[in-house]
């Protein structure tokens, strides 16, 4: 229930980042509005980032290993390990 609830939260926040975008594109928003908006986006930006971060982290990845077995690994240690592929 919890999870759910994180996720429902999240499209939330998306959602309202996404009402202020639109807002923001629209030309008849005076300075002083714009410039609320700007800030309030950003604040839901940082959150947003923060939630990302905390969901990447129960994220798991199967991975096969070279004798053909699999494993799983964090997500966050999947990219790393990608980092230093490249």
Do not use: W
Request: aromatic share 6%.
């Amino acid at each position: 229930m919890a999870a759910r609830a994180k996720k429902d939260n999240t499209v939330q926040l998306f959602g309202k980042l996404e009402q202020i975008v639109e807002k923001l594109e629209n030309d008849d928003v005076d300075i002083d509005n714009a410039l609320n908006l700007y800030r309030e986006g950003v604040e839901l930006a940082t959150d947003l980032n923060t939630k990302l971060t905390e969901i990447s982290k129960e994220i798991y990845v199967l991975k096969e290993k070279l004798d053909g077995s699999f494993a799983l690994s964090n997500f966050e240690e999947n990219q790393d390990e990608e980092e230093y592929d490249d």
